[in-house]
Every structure is written in structure tokens, then in C-alpha cells.
């Protein structure tokens, strides 16, 4: 019996082993995945115990009401993000095309095009916003109509504000993770997680809370990190593919909204299904319950977190062996990372066990959450990651036509289901939502992408 239960660990022990080879393993390709995982998991490991410390300094800063106030505010803000109609995805597959084929003159075209149409798009959303502003009442969409605190037409004038600016800045994230240096891009959210946790604390030791003070903490933090991260990588290592103004041609925005017009549509769908929880949460339950949807929400993310760690790098690298017709460590890349998802649902099995313990000693027991939002966060845990596994290698090749179809489908089918089974299980009926529709679509895109591999995949299915 001893020998039998050596023999299993040892079979568990050398699967597990070659399931990570693929990420570590040299390549003589152009991306290098082994380097860009390790120091994710370095610089990702630091946001995400940074991004842990957060919540309970930011809830002390201000209090639960206000916290889930940010919470729904920023989940509305992000709406914003349909205005850049897929035009950041849309660089990030041209540029990984043209830096494969080292069209160097090409790539810097594209981003220089792309921060051009963007600046344009940032200033005419904010315009609008400006004037439209005076005619919402924060506080009746929000549902916080006793909040009496800072005036929320002007925290959200400023958080769009911010949103704006950052809508033309982060594009830096787009051009390290299409020239293989994604770990640069964990390395930028974590200097500006430390340095608005610095600022929080700070806040918490000589001001009394307000929402001006958190807003810009939680905002003009990191956007001031990635602002100095730009200036410092296209006036060093990436200045081949710094921005100019001589290289803007409009010409090439027919090919970016191409590509990127079937993003743009495809987030539609995904920010409905993402975002509108929150929105869901407020409207019916108020804000005080969405921060503890936003505690249950954060603890499960810490699994999609190190997942995306290790995804983060392969959607570029699918787009350059793609190009390049490497089929081979495609079809290796995939079998490992359908691997990896076994291994994130037992982890998410794992923090559903301990999740009570993980609320009580991180939050406290001032807030306490229903152990069937648990088990609802643990099935979503799953489904996103099945989901993603196979978008990576779907986005990675611009095969993009059937995930729009399903991701605009979503638009008409979460909100009123998530409203539906709400009324049966209460918060968690609202993320039961977000997991029926995720199977669904894991299955879809696992038969799409096993086509694609194989060679087989025609109509619809190779679109």
C-alpha cells in the first residue's frame, strides 16, 4: 500500500513538473515566456499582497458605505473603456505581427497612430462628460441617496478625468506585452500599488477620510507611476518604438479598427458580464453589501491573479508562432496550460474551505460573508480561467468572430439572470450568473481552439 501511494505521488509529482516545463524550458523564439513568468510572480506577488493590505486600510480611511460607493463608481467609470473601440488590443496584435516580421519602421507607425486616435478619443469623452455631468445625480444612480459626504459629481468629474489621462498612458502596457516584456508591465502596477498604499497610510495618519483624497490616491497614484514608466522606456530600451509625431498616419487606422473594431465589441460584451455585478449589487442590495460582494470577489481573485501571471505573456507569443506557422509549441503551450486549470480548481476548492478563516483574519469580523457567495466565487473562479486559457490563444490569433458573437450575446442574457437568481440567493445568486455563462462559453471555446491546433477549423470556427 506504501509502495502504490509512493508510486501516485510520484506520477502527481512529475506531471506537475512537466506542466510548468513549458513556461521555463529556453526557446529560441523572439518571446521569452520563462523570464516573463518569473518576474511576474515577483512583481504580481507584490501588487497582490499590497492590493490584500488595501482594502482594510482604505475601509479604515473612510468606511464600508463609502468604500462600496468607489467600488460602484469606478465599475460605472469603466464603461469609458468601450470608447477606445478595441484600438489597444488591436496595436497589441499588429504590433506583435510587425515586431515578428521586424518591421520595426511598421510598429512604430502603429503606436504612434494609436496614441494619436486615443489623445483625440480621451479629449472629446471627457468634453461630453464635463457637460453632462450636471444633469446626473450620483447619489440616485449609486443608490446612496443618505450619503452626505463629498459631493459625487465631483469625485466622479475627477475619476473620469484621471480615467482619461490614463486612457492614452497605459498604452505603454500595450507595447511591452506585444514585444515580449510583460513582466515590465507586472514591475509598473506594482511600484504604483506601493506607491498609493504609501499615500493611503499617509492619509489614514494626518487627514480625516474623504473621497477627493481617496479618489485621487486610488487614481492619479498609478497614473502618475505609468506616466514616469513611459517617459523612461521610450527614452531607453524601447525607443524604437516611441511615439512621434512625424510617424502618425491615419491611414493605418482602417487596419487597427479592423482587428480592433471586433475587440471593441467583444469588451462590450465582457465589461456587461464583468462589470455590471457591481452596478446589480448596489441597485438592489445597496452599497454596503457590494463591499462585502468586493471582499468575497477580491479573496477568489487571488487564484485568476497567479493564473494571469502565468497566461499574461502567451497571447504575443501565440501571435508570433502563429505568424510564423510554429504550430508544434502551440499545441504544447495549450496542453500545458489546460493543466494549469486543473490545478487552479483545486486551489479554488482550497480557498472555499478556508475562506472563512481568510475573511475573519484579514477583514475582521466586522463584515461577514455568506459562505454560499464563497462557493458561488469558487465555481467562477473556474469558469473564467477555462474561459481565458482558451481567449489567449483565440485573441493571440485573431480568431475573434465567435467570441463576439457570445460575448454580445451576454449583454441581453446576465443582466436580467443575475436580477432573476438574486432574488433566490441573494448575492450570490448574481454571480451564479457570471458561472453559467462561463461553462458555456468554456466549452465552446475549448472544441474552437482544439480545431485551430488540429488544423480542422473552417466556417465560423476559423473566423
Same mark, same amino acid.
Given at each position: 500500500?506504501?509502495?502504490?501511494?509512493?508510486?501516485?505521488?510520484?506520477?502527481?509529482?512529475?506531471?506537475?513538473?512537466?506542466?510548468?516545463?513549458v513556461l521555463f524550458e529556453p526557446r529560441k523564439n523572439a518571446f521569452n515566456i520563462r523570464r516573463n513568468v518569473l518576474l511576474s510572480f515577483v512583481f504580481k506577488g507584490i501588487s497582490i499582497v499590497i492590493s490584500f493590505l488595501l482594502i482594510p486600510l482604505t475601509i479604515h480611511y473612510v468606511d464600508a458605505t463609502?468604500?462600496?460607493?468607489? &467600488? %460602484? =463608481?469606478?465599475? !460605472?467609470?469603466?464603461?469609458?473603456?468601450? $470608447?477606445? @473601440?478595441? +484600438?489597444? /488590443?488591436?496595436?497589441?496584435?499588429?504590433?506583435?505581427?510587425?515586431?515578428?516580421?521586424?518591421?520595426?519602421?511598421?510598429?512604430?507607425?502603429?503606436?504612434?497612430?494609436?496614441?494619436?486616435?486615443?489623445?483625440?478619443?480621451?479629449?472629446?469623452?471627457?468634453?461630453?462628460?464635463?457637460?453632462?455631468?450636471?444633469?446626473?445625480?450620483?447619489?440616485?444612480?449609486?443608490?446612496?441617496?443618505?450619503?452626505?459626504?463629498?459631493?459625487?459629481?465631483? &469625485? %466622479? =468629474?475627477?475619476? !473620469?478625468?484621471?480615467?482619461?489621462?490614463? $486612457?492614452? @498612458?497605459? +498604452?505603454? /502596457?500595450?507595447?511591452?506585452?506585444?514585444?515580449?516584456?510583460?513582466?515590465?508591465?507586472?514591475?509598473?502596477?506594482?511600484?504604483?500599488?506601493?506607491?498609493?498604499?504609501?499615500?493611503?497610510?499617509?492619509?489614514?495618519?494626518?487627514?480625516?477620510?474623504?473621497?477627493?483624497?481617496?479618489?485621487?490616491?486610488?487614481?492619479?497614484?498609478?497614473?502618475?507611476?505609468?506616466?514616469?514608466?513611459?517617459?523612461?522606456?521610450?527614452?531607453?530600451?524601447?525607443?524604437?518604438?516611441?511615439?512621434?509625431?512625424?510617424?502618425?498616419?491615419?491611414?493605418?487606422?482602417?487596419?487597427?479598427?479592423?482587428?480592433?473594431?471586433?475587440?471593441?465589441?467583444?469588451?462590450?460584451?465582457?465589461?456587461?458580464?464583468?462589470?455590471?455585478?457591481?452596478?446589480?449589487?448596489?441597485?438592489?442590495?445597496?452599497?454596503?453589501?457590494?463591499?462585502?460582494?468586493?471582499?468575497?470577489?477580491?479573496?477568489?481573485?487571488?487564484?485568476?491573479?497567479?493564473?494571469?501571471?502565468?497566461?499574461?505573456?502567451?497571447?504575443?507569443?501565440?501571435?508570433?508562432?502563429?505568424?510564423?506557422?510554429?504550430?508544434?509549441?502551440?499545441?504544447?503551450?495549450?496542453?500545458?496550460?489546460?493543466?494549469?486549470?486543473?490545478?487552479?480548481?483545486?486551489?479554488?476548492?482550497?480557498?472555499?474551505?478556508?475562506?472563512?478563516?481568510?475573511?475573519?483574519?484579514?477583514?475582521?469580523?466586522?463584515?461577514?460573508?455568506?459562505?454560499?457567495?464563497?462557493?458561488?466565487?469558487?465555481?467562477?473562479?473556474?469558469?473564467?480561467?477555462?474561459?481565458?486559457?482558451?481567449?489567449?490563444?483565440?485573441?493571440?490569433?485573431?480568431?475573434?468572430?465567435?467570441?463576439?458573437?457570445?460575448?454580445?450575446?451576454?449583454?441581453?442574457?446576465?443582466?436580467?439572470?443575475?436580477?432573476?437568481?438574486?432574488?433566490?440567493?441573494?448575492?450570490?445568486?448574481?454571480?451564479?450568473?457570471?458561472?453559467?455563462?462561463?461553462?458555456?462559453?468554456?466549452?465552446?471555446?475549448?472544441?474552437?481552439?482544439?480545431?485551430?491546433?488540429?488544423?480542422?477549423?473552417?466556417?465560423?470556427?476559423?473566423?
Amino acid at each position: 500500500m506504501l509502495y502504490n501511494l509512493l508510486l501516485k505521488y510520484n506520477m502527481f509529482y512529475n506531471n506537475l513538473k512537466s506542466m510548468f516545463k513549458v513556461l521555463f524550458e529556453p526557446r529560441k523564439n523572439a518571446f521569452n515566456i520563462r523570464r516573463n513568468v518569473l518576474l511576474s510572480f515577483v512583481f504580481k506577488g507584490i501588487s497582490i499582497v499590497i492590493s490584500f493590505l488595501l482594502i482594510p486600510l482604505t475601509i479604515h480611511y473612510v468606511d464600508a458605505t463609502q468604500y462600496g460607493i468607489w &467600488v %460602484a =463608481l469606478s465599475s !460605472v467609470i469603466l464603461w469609458l473603456n468601450f $470608447f477606445d @473601440i478595441g +484600438l489597444g /488590443n488591436g496595436l497589441k496584435n499588429k504590433l506583435a505581427e510587425a515586431n515578428a516580421l521586424g518591421d520595426i519602421t511598421g510598429a512604430k507607425t502603429y503606436v504612434s497612430t494609436t496614441y494619436a486616435l486615443l489623445a483625440i478619443i480621451g479629449v472629446l469623452l471627457f468634453g461630453c462628460f464635463l457637460f453632462i455631468n450636471h444633469f446626473l445625480s450620483w447619489s440616485n444612480i449609486l443608490n446612496a441617496g443618505n450619503y452626505s459626504g463629498d459631493n459625487l459629481n465631483n &469625485v %466622479a =468629474l475627477i475619476v !473620469v478625468g484621471f480615467f482619461c489621462l490614463q $486612457f492614452v @498612458i497605459q +498604452l505603454i /502596457n500595450i507595447v511591452l506585452t506585444a514585444t515580449h516584456s510583460a513582466a515590465n508591465v507586472s514591475l509598473i502596477n506594482a511600484v504604483g500599488q506601493l506607491a498609493t498604499i504609501i499615500v493611503i497610510f499617509l492619509l489614514t495618519r494626518f487627514t480625516t477620510g474623504s473621497m477627493y483624497k481617496l479618489v485621487f490616491a486610488l487614481s492619479g497614484i498609478p497614473l502618475s507611476v505609468q506616466l514616469l514608466a513611459s517617459l523612461w522606456y521610450f527614452g531607453g530600451r524601447y525607443k524604437q518604438y516611441a511615439p512621434g509625431l512625424k510617424y502618425i498616419n491615419f491611414g493605418y487606422t482602417r487596419e487597427l479598427l479592423t482587428m480592433g473594431g471586433v475587440f471593441f465589441l467583444i469588451q462590450v460584451g465582457a465589461l456587461v458580464l464583468m462589470q455590471t455585478d457591481n452596478i446589480i449589487v448596489t441597485r438592489i442590495f445597496g452599497p454596503n453589501q457590494l463591499t462585502t460582494y468586493n471582499i468575497a470577489y477580491k479573496a477568489f481573485s487571488l487564484i485568476i491573479m497567479v493564473f494571469s501571471i502565468i497566461m499574461f505573456p502567451f497571447w504575443s507569443a501565440f501571435t508570433d508562432a502563429y505568424t510564423k506557422n510554429n504550430f508544434d509549441w502551440i499545441k504544447k503551450a495549450l496542453a500545458k496550460m489546460y493543466k494549469i486549470l486543473f490545478v487552479v480548481a483545486i486551489l479554488s476548492v482550497l480557498m472555499l474551505l478556508v475562506s472563512p478563516w481568510v475573511y475573519k483574519y484579514w477583514i475582521g469580523k466586522n463584515i461577514s460573508v455568506p459562505f454560499l457567495l464563497s462557493f458561488a466565487m469558487c465555481l467562477y473562479v473556474i469558469g473564467y480561467c477555462s474561459v481565458m486559457a482558451n481567449c489567449y490563444l483565440l485573441n493571440g490569433t485573431g480568431k475573434l468572430r465567435l467570441q463576439l458573437y457570445l460575448y454580445l450575446a451576454t449583454i441581453f442574457i446576465n443582466i436580467p439572470l443575475a436580477i432573476f437568481l438574486a432574488r433566490y440567493w441573494g448575492l450570490a445568486g448574481v454571480m451564479f450568473s457570471n458561472v453559467i455563462i462561463y461553462v458555456f462559453m468554456a466549452v465552446i471555446f475549448h472544441i474552437q481552439s482544439r480545431k485551430i491546433i488540429n488544423r480542422r477549423a473552417f466556417g465560423i470556427w476559423n473566423k
